[in-house]
């Protein structure tokens, strides 16, 4: 069974950083690419970023590049996304989603971890 | 950047009715479109893919059609565990990936 668990979110002050993980089981995880994908409260889904499955190939929404870094360690099969300069803004509920055999095709989700920026 | 935007912003009806949902791209998107299911609390769920394929284990009730800016979701007969909101997203112009606002389907 294909299992992305998600963990390292909480309470951060604007301007801090956060450092999020996704442990991936159930499936040989070097041949697919991930993605992070965000939900603020109440409201709809925001692509955050994606990385390839060598980690060579990495995007960022505009929302975060120069701010976010993402990264993984195939070894562990564990995804991770570096937040730094937070926002308030940033308070969301992080999921990772692993594409299927394309890119943007998110057919596995975790179950998210919740990111509150706020001093 | 492709921009969503679904219809109705919230569709009320009852169990056993017909459910049609609308998605529209600002420019076209091929067939390169899914829709996802998402309850409360719960993380998104892949329903539809390249706009008419069923993922895994998605029942039949569930179909989608159209191509380029023009997207039908349509639950045939509503069942009580189909109360949910439901996103659109493309993957034909990334990055970015986009999503549409939501449709949420609520009991009448």
């Known amino acids: 069974e294909v299992q992305l668990v998600e963990s390292g979110g909480g309470l951060v002050q604007p301007g801090g950083s956060l450092r999020l993980s996704c442990a991936a089981s159930?499936?040989?995880?070097?041949?697919?690419?991930v993605n992070w994908v965000r939900q603020a409260p109440g409201k709809g889904l925001e692509w955050v970023s994606y990385?390839?499955?060598?980690?060579?190939?990495?995007y960022y929404a505009g929302s975060v590049k120069g701010r976010f870094t993402i990264s993984r360690d195939n070894a562990k099969n564990s995804l991770f996304l570096q937040m730094n300069s937070l926002r308030v803004e940033d308070t969301a509920v992080y999921y990772c989603a692993r594409d299927e055999a394309v890119a943007g095709l998110f057919d596995n989700w975790g179950q998210g971890t919740l990111v509150t920026v706020s001093s | 950047e492709i921009v969503l935007t679904q219809s109705p912003a919230t569709l009320s009806l009852s169990p056993g009715e017909r459910a049609t949902l609308s998605c529209r791209a600002s420019?076209?998107?091929?067939?390169?479109l899914a829709w996802y299911q998402q309850k409360p609390g719960q993380a998104p769920r892949l329903l539809i893919y390249?706009?008419?394929n069923r993922a895994t284990g998605i029942p039949a009730r569930f179909s989608g059609s159209g191509s380029g800016t023009d997207f039908t979701l349509t639950i045939s007969s509503l069942e009580p565990e189909d109360f949910a909101v439901y996103y659109c997203q493309q993957r034909s112009h990334w990055p970015p990936f986009t999503f549409g606002p939501g449709t949420k389907v609520d009991i009448k």
């Open positions: 990385i390839s499955s060598s980690g060579t190939t990495i």
């Open positions: 420019q076209s998107v091929s067939s390169y």
């Open positions: 159930g499936f040989t995880f070097n041949i697919y690419s």
């Open positions: 390249d706009a008419s």
